[in-house]
Every structure is written in C-alpha cells, then in structure tokens.
C-alpha cells in the first residue's frame, strides 16, 4: 500500500508517519490489514527530524507544480492532505492562500481523479469556516459562514471533496481539526501558534508572548487525539462515512487563563511567569471571530474521541516531547 502525505515533514506528519511506520499497517474498512510499503513525503521544505526509514521517500516540491504532484500521486492507495497556508498567512497574503490551499487542493483532487482505483483521501480543514454572526454552540448542522480568506478556501475545500467524492472519484473525507494544542516545535504563522506557545517555551525555560485576553476561549484537540482521528479517519469504510463528508471533531473548551492555570498546577508559578501577555487586537479578532462551543455529535457516534481537560494534555505534552521531565522544576 503506497500513502501520500502532503505538507508530511510538518509537525503532524511526521508524527503520522512514525505512527504508521510502527504499526506496519492498516486496518482498512475494519476488515482487512494491509501493509504500508512506502510513505512519501511531499512538502516544499527538507524540514528536520523525519524519520530515517526505506520505507520513506521525501519529495521536495510544490503543490501547485504538476509534474510533482503527478509524481506524488502515481499508484497511491491513500493520501492525507495536510499542506496549507495558514489563518494569519493566508488572511496577509489572500493570492498565496488561494494558489496553495484552493488551486493546489485542485490540482492534487485532479491527480487523484486521473488514478485507477478511487483513492482514499482524508482532508484537513478547520472550524475558521465559521465566522460571526453563529450561533452560540456549533452543531453538525450549522452552516459554514468564513470570515476570514483561511476559512473560506478551508471551506470550500470541504465542497470539492465532497463532490468529487460524490462523482466516484475519490473516497474523501474532510475532518475539521480543533485548535492543536500543544504543538512540539517552533510558533508558525498561524493565529493560533501562541495556544501552543504559551505552554511549550515556558515548558523548557523559555519566554512566551499571549497576544489575547485572558478570558479567551478557545476549542482546542491534543496531538495524541488528532492523529487518532486523522487515522480513524481514514479506515472507516466508506458506507459508514455515507454521504456528508464532512466530520467535524470532539475537542475542549477553555480560555486561555484557564490555560495558563493548568500549567502552573503542573509546573509551578516561575514557568507561568515565562508568558508575557501582549495584546494584538488583530489577533484577538481573528481567534474571537472562530467558534469555542462546539458539540460534535455524529463524530462521537462515529467512535472519534476528544480530550477529558488541559492537564493532561499538558502531561501528554511533557511525557511525549520532554521525555516525562520538566527542567528545574
């Protein structure tokens, strides 16, 4: 079995890839386990820390150029697309966003579309598809309303996936990702980095900037459940998917001074003191501006799991990037 993963040597496909390399296989459709003889890494950066497997290739290259995308999709069984650009980038810079998170989306559902076999995809979009004024708590039902350029490419992403799933030509999923946190790595551009930020640095000694109110909500998904449902995601037949492709997933509720509560509960006043609250008004708009209350009935009923509250995501954190320590504490 051949798997593509776009934007693969990021923080989320490099953990799926270790992931899938350490199980061998896949259980697909809940019936059959199929064996992953290669992953191919496509993403315009080498990046670091992928691991080192002959069962990995890495493809440097665009989305948008089509002979690599040709390249990637060639044989492909499976493919988990997560390469974008992100809210505040997309937002700054609207004709990137569209080449690669619209036009990039495109060229690869029509490589795909080209394959024999009708290949699996699972698409990763966001709940930055809705955008004020919604209602107060966001059901399966609501319909999306993007205020930002972010949310309505990841929106209409949804669409093509949906309907090029509806043509036969891919078996596609598209699963609407919490906030993650807490992401390893360094901030990115998106508006969000500093939900990560703000508990990883002080983590390690390091200084943190908090760009919003501390009464902030947000809805956030630790890594450990993302790649559960990004692989759920992707083995569940197809008749149990149906015909709505979209999947929107369990996370958390809380403001970011809960946050910051849980991490001096586990790690104690001085790295609490480590975040310097810096308020960005354009960034408290575009985290405002995205649901916090959200209940996701049928991706429960589905089998997808969220978390059970922020310490131990913290503690997830801390036993699956610091090796279970905190330094000098």
């Not at 630790?222 to 692989?231: C, D, I, V």
């Amino acid at each position: 079995m051949k798997i593509l993963i776009t934007g693969g040597t990021g923080f989320i496909g490099r953990k799926l890839t270790e992931r899938l390399l350490k199980a061998g296989s896949l259980l697909i459709d809940g019936v059959r386990a199929e064996p992953i003889e290669q992953i191919v890494l496509l993403d315009p950066y080498p990046g670091a820390g992928v691991v080192q497997d002959a069962r990995v290739r890495l493809l440097t290259g665009s989305l948008t150029d089509a002979d690599i995308i040709g390249e990637a999709v060639r044989g492909v069984d499976l493919v988990w697309h997560f390469a974008a650009v992100v809210s505040s980038e997309a937002e700054a810079d609207f004709d990137l966003g569209m080449q690669v998170n619209l036009h990039g989306l495109l060229m690869l559902l029509e490589a795909l579309r080209r394959e024999p076999g009708r290949p699996r995809l699972v698409y990763t979009s966001g709940f930055a598809v809705f955008g004020r004024p919604m209602p107060e708590l966001i059901t399966d039902d609501v319909i999306p309303t993007p205020q930002s350029s972010y949310g309505m490419q990841k929106a209409v992403g949804e669409l093509l996936v949906a309907d090029y799933s509806r043509r036969g030509f891919i078996d596609g999923r598209a699963v609407r990702l919490p906030t993650i946190s807490v992401r390893p790595g360094k901030p990115n551009k998106a508006a969000s980095t500093f939900v990560s930020s703000i508990i990883r640095e002080p983590l390690v000694g390091q200084s943190a900037v908090c760009p919003v109110k501390p009464e902030t909500p947000v809805y956030i998904l630790s890594p450990r459940r993302a790649l559960e449902a990004l692989e759920r995601a992707m083995v569940l037949p197809d008749e149990t998917v149906g015909p709505i492709r979209i999947i929107p997933l369990p996370g958390i509720t809380l403001s970011v001074g809960d946050m910051v509560a849980a991490l001096e509960r586990r790690a104690g006043a001085k790295v609490a003191a480590c975040i310097r609250w810096k308020y960005d008004p354009e960034i408290q708009r575009i985290v405002e501006s995205w649901p916090s209350a959200v209940r996701a009935d049928r991706a429960i009923a589905l089998g997808f799991r969220g978390d059970t509250d922020f310490d131990s995501i913290i503690e997830a954190h801390i036993e699956d990037e610091l090796n279970g320590v905190v330094p000098n504490v």
